[in-house]
């Protein structure tokens, strides 16, 4: 019971931060939403701060969030990892959804934005999540080259960039669309690129 409650406070709490700014989010927001007494929510939680960071922690950086990369073989091809990417932000959208957080760009974008100036070590946990992605798209593109998927002189890090800048430039197109990014049209730019490189 107790941890069910806890999971509800963070949840509702996570909502609230998506689609507020750190300051407009109230103690009498989450009891609102909670419908729980501000006792009875900060018998879990120590206050607004330490609660901010938890929803980051739990929703972005852990090592359960929706935001942690995907697993992947180690022989996984170009074209495949590229569907389960595509796949994996479907997921997040989708996951979002059932929350009822309708724009998961919008959402990411507000969190992101309060985190760096309110959750001391954000940007360093950024850098390592991005970090390790950067990873994930050169080794499968090295293994791309090594299999003939791909074209031998094809230029790793510039390509790896390309990728990433797809993806995060439609990401920020999707705040303005009500229901955020169209991942199908995130599929055909990601195709293109890889049409443009492939053997």
């Not at 797809?166 to 990401?171: A, C, D, I, P």
Request: glycine share 4%; proline share 1%; aromatic share 14%.
């Amino acid at each position: 019971m107790k941890e069910n409650t806890r999971v509800r406070i963070l949840e509702e709490a996570f909502k609230l931060f998506c689609e507020n700014t750190y300051e407009q989010v109230t103690v009498t927001d989450m009891e609102r939403a909670l419908k729980l007494t501000r006792g009875a929510i900060f018998y879990y939680v120590k206050n607004k701060e330490h609660l901010f960071r938890e929803i980051i922690d739990k929703y972005l950086f852990g090592e359960t969030s929706m935001l942690r990369l995907f697993e992947f073989d180690e022989n996984i091809s170009l074209i495949e990892f590229i569907n389960k990417y595509v796949q994996w932000v479907e997921n997040i959208k989708s996951e979002m959804f059932s929350l009822g957080i309708t724009n998961m760009n919008m959402a990411l974008f507000n969190i992101t934005l309060y985190g760096i100036h309110h959750y001391q070590g954000y940007m360093k946990k950024a850098q390592t999540w991005q970090a390790d992605e950067t990873k994930a798209w050169e080794s499968v593109l090295e293994k791309a080259i090594q299999s003939g998927e791909i074209k031998k002189d094809v230029d790793v890090k510039s390509i790896t960039a390309f990728f990433q800048n797809v993806y995060q430039g439609t990401s920020f197109a999707g705040i303005a669309i009500p229901n955020g990014m169209d991942t199908d049209f995130l599929r055909k730019e990601f195709l293109m690129i890889y049409n443009l490189i492939k053997a």
